[in-house]
């Protein structure tokens, strides 16, 4: 009885929010690869967020599917899907506020991110020109691998259009904080909810570090050394249990739409929203100057807390302090980060 009264009252909530909503907050969402294993469950999510009032669904194939059976959520905003022939993508992306990008394969067991890179790369070009032309002001969450080099793609794709603002363009780490917090939790029997552990770098492997250290805690030896493992290989566990059948998408749905409400809430006015993002270091003056991050040693993209506002990034959070160990695992981070940015961009230039 009681978890039926909750449940009701989730929904409930949900209603009640949905009609508070007012025109002058009206905001469109559009999702890139929304027929895949993550685009499914977090288009899904994003119908049941009420900050969102206009879902757009694009897919090579099978979003009108996908749309046409979430649209039947009884929640206040209107979905369409799109395919590559009728409206397509530039009418799927014209008004959009934000653009999240899930489409692109996925890894099978043995892969790192950045054997994705071949087939991605392209993929990510070819939305990010359309995204450029359709809706160059929007918010471009970016979560196809490697983010590492999907990010600058998109960055070259935007600058070669003239119209690139590096405070509109994420690379969604949200996955390794949300990894980082849970593991933890299961170590410290804490509430995961609570838990909120600052992650930096990239997303893939040895380039996501956890900083354990600025939460308070301290792990030593064969922990602490499963604990990294697991924050940074996370992803490993979901491919091999999925046993070629993809990587994680409900998790990493979950993720994408908690970023894109935090981007609703900060645009929406509230201040003091903070997510981990990768993103363009030193977009912000003066903030560079406070935290130049990496981008004198040419890590010209990385992976830090950042506060969200209405023009997207507000301010980048300096990385703070961290303990010898955890100093020792950045190092490691940016020597391949540095080399997984300028892949992305060689790339692009070759093949814009
Ligand atoms: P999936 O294969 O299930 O879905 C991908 C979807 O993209 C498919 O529906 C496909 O038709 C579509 N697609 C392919 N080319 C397209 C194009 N040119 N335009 C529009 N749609 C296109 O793959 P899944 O599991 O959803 O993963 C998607 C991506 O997300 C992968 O690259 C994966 O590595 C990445 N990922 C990122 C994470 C992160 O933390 N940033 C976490 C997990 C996965």
Same mark, same amino acid.
């Given at each position: 009885f009681a978890a039926r009264q909750a449940s009701q009252s989730v929904f409930g909530a949900v209603q009640r929010r949905t009609f508070s909503a007012t025109a002058s907050n009206a905001t469109k969402v559009a999702v890139l690869g929304a027929a895949g294993g993550i685009g499914q469950p977090l288009s899904l999510l994003l119908k049941l967020n009420p900050r969102v009032t206009e879902l #757009?669904?694009?897919?090579? /194939?099978g979003a009108p599917g996908v749309a046409a059976d979430i649209s039947h959520i009884n929640t206040k !905003?209107? +979905? /369409? =899907?799109? *395919?590559? &022939?009728?409206a397509g993508i530039k009418e799927c992306l014209t008004g959009a506020e934000i653009v999240l990008i899930p489409a692109g394969v996925p890894r099978k067991p043995g892969m790192t991110r950045d054997d994705l890179f071949n087939t991605n790369a392209s993929i990510v070009r070819d939305l990010a020109k359309a995204a450029a032309d359709a809706c160059p002001e929007a918010n471009i969450l970016v979560i196809a691998n490697p983010v590492n080099s999907t990010v600058p793609i998109t960055a070259e794709v935007f600058k070669s259009k003239g119209v690139y603002n590096p405070k509109r363009l994420f690379g969604v780490t949200t996955l390794d904080v949300v990894r #980082? !917090?849970?593991?933890? &939790?299961? $170590? /410290?029997s804490t509430d995961p909810a609570t838990e909120?552990?600052? +992650? +930096? =770098? =990239?997303? !893939?492997?040895?380039?996501?570090?956890?900083?354990? &250290?600025? #939460?308070?805690?301290? $792990? *030593?030896?064969a922990e602490r050394d499963e604990y990294i493992k697991r924050v940074q290989f996370g992803g490993d566990e979901v491919v091999q249990a999925k046993g070629g059948a993809g990587s994680a998408t409900l998790s990493m749905a979950m993720a994408g739409a908690r970023f894109a409400e935090s981007l609703l809430k900060a645009a929406q006015g509230q201040s003091g929203v903070v997510e981990p993002t990768y993103g363009q270091s030193g977009v912000v003056e003066p903030t560079y100057v406070d935290s130049p991050l990496y981008k004198d040693q040419g890590v010209t993209y990385f992976a830090s807390q950042v506060e969200l506002g209405p023009n997207g990034v507000e301010k980048i959070h300096p990385v703070g302090d961290m303990s010898e160990f955890e100093q020792g695992l950045l190092d490691v981070c940016l020597k391949d980060l540095k080399s997984n940015i300028e892949k992305g961009e060689k790339w692009v230039k070759e093949n814009m």
């Open positions: #757009a669904l694009y897919d090579i /194939k !905003s209107t +979905v /369409k =899907g799109y *395919e590559p &022939s009728g #980082a !917090s849970r593991f933890i &939790s299961q $170590l /410290k909120n552990i600052t +992650v +930096v =770098g =990239g997303h !893939s492997g040895a380039t996501i570090v956890p900083l354990l &250290s600025q #939460a308070g805690y301290t $792990l *030593e030896g």
